[in-house]
């Protein structure tokens, strides 16, 4: 993404954003154009336990999804969940492996396309999506974290999974109550008022002392700036149809980690409602980051992660399994909250890892939960070697946006549309 895009992105979280009137799918459904797709990608670090995730010699191809023990709690919701497994990354040498794990699990480079340094980092799918359909919401996308560890010991490669280009790492929020302010807080400028009107008045002035290319660089400027003011003028719109936000203002981060992955999922639920933005991700923890984690309700001391996918034994893979189970618990809350508001059909909800196997840093095999977005139901799973690019450019596609490969893609998947 070139520098006036970042700086014009940057400019519109500067301003504020406001609320809007859910969007209500009766009405989708009784009108001519079809509900607005939105698209939720849910990371959790360090790969998954696979005994207790895959079943036991899985047919290749789409069948009946087999609820493991790890993905028992999707039971209340099989028949709105597609389980994708036999997907393979490419890990390059020379950078640190749980680094690119996190930073690459969207990515839109090839393997061999290394732009930022070691990194073949580069522009995420799902801000490729947000540049589809941002125009049309206040905020193209919602780059969210539930990492509250203070000690900033890793790189932001192993805590960003969104990225504007090579080396542009999206700035995530962490505190519930900054992202309650930034979508529902009141948009500075006031209804009606133009704030850029200084800004297109002194440029239009300038224009008639500049040659022709140079005017042809100035008008791209003026129209990238028209559609930032466009898009604070419907924020101020949205405010105006809706005089108070659909839930409490949060006081800051919850106690309870339960709470606090619950309560920043509910937001972005709320933004998709409100038709606020249509793209959203959430980090669960950044990988390998080794500060042991409080897992409230499932042990009674923290416990460290990345240290656990390492450790010998039935205790460690007893923990693993639990971790896991509670993740997916979360996965199926998030599930249940669309269904509740009627967004789960027009919403793709991706749940994944970087890596499969968190002891052996296996980049194939990878496992995808995907639930909504009107996706063929079931286990979908491909022996040999399928690279995880040709989901993302299944569902870019079905985005809108309009691309003919997406990193080392080799086809779209079309056993799940």
Not at 70 to 88: M, S
Not at 105 to 110: F, I, M, Q
Not at 145 to 162: G, V
Not at 218 to 230: D, H, K, N, P
Request: aromatic share 10%; glycine share 8%.
């Amino acid at each position: 993404m070139s520098a006036t895009n970042i700086n014009r992105r940057r400019f519109l979280r500067a301003a504020g954003v406001t609320l809007g009137l859910p969007f209500f799918e009766s009405f989708a459904r009784a009108s001519t154009p079809p509900s607005p797709q939105r698209f939720a990608f849910i990371y959790t670090p360090n790969g998954y336990f696979q005994k207790a995730i895959m079943p036991e010699n899985p047919a290749p191809g789409l069948s009946p999804l087999t609820l493991t023990p790890t993905l028992q709690p999707l039971a209340p919701f099989k028949d709105d969940v597609t389980f994708i497994t036999g997907l393979d990354r490419q890990f390059v040498p020379g950078t640190g492996v749980h680094a690119q794990a996190g930073s690459c699990w969207l990515t839109s480079s090839a393997p061999q396309e290394t732009l930022d340094g070691g990194f073949p980092t580069n522009t995420t799918l799902d801000q490729m999506i947000a540049r589809q359909t941002g125009s049309e919401c206040a905020l193209p996308s919602l780059e969210l974290s539930t990492n509250d560890f203070a000690d900033n010991k890793e790189t932001r490669y192993f805590e960003s999974i969104s990225w504007y280009g090579p080396g542009y790492a999206a700035n995530t929020e962490k505190n519930p109550r900054a992202v309650f302010q930034h979508l529902f807080g009141q948009a500075r400028g006031g209804p009606g008022q133009s704030v850029l009107d200084t800004v297109l008045a002194s440029a239009k002035d300038f224009e008639k002392r500049l040659g022709g290319e140079d005017r042809t660089k100035l008008g791209e400027y003026l129209e990238s700036v028209r559609a930032t003011e466009q898009r604070i003028q419907r924020a101020e719109a949205a405010s105006r149809r809706l005089p108070r936000p659909p839930l409490p203002e949060p006081a800051g981060i919850p106690e309870q980690r339960g709470d606090y992955l619950r309560l920043m999922a509910d937001l972005f639920v709320h933004a998709f409602q409100n038709d606020l933005t249509r793209v959203a991700t959430l980090l669960i923890d950044p990988e390998r980051w080794d500060s042991p984690r409080m897992y409230h309700g499932v042990f009674d001391k923290p416990q460290n992660h990345h240290v656990i996918t390492h450790t010998k034994g039935d205790e460690a893979k007893e923990k693993l399994a639990k971790i896991d189970l509670f993740h997916v618990q979360f996965y199926a809350h998030v599930i249940d909250r669309l269904k509740t508001v009627n967004l789960l059909e027009s919403t793709t909800l991706v749940m994944g890892s970087g890596i499969s196997d968190g002891d052996q840093h296996n980049y194939g095999d990878l496992q995808v939960l995907v639930a909504g977005g009107g996706w063929k139901r079931g286990h979908l799973h491909y022996e040999g070697r399928r690279p995880l690019a040709d989901l993302w450019l299944t569902m870019a596609r079905q985005a809108g946006v309009k691309q003919e490969r997406f990193a080392d893609s080799s086809g779209v998947l079309k056993e799940l549309a």
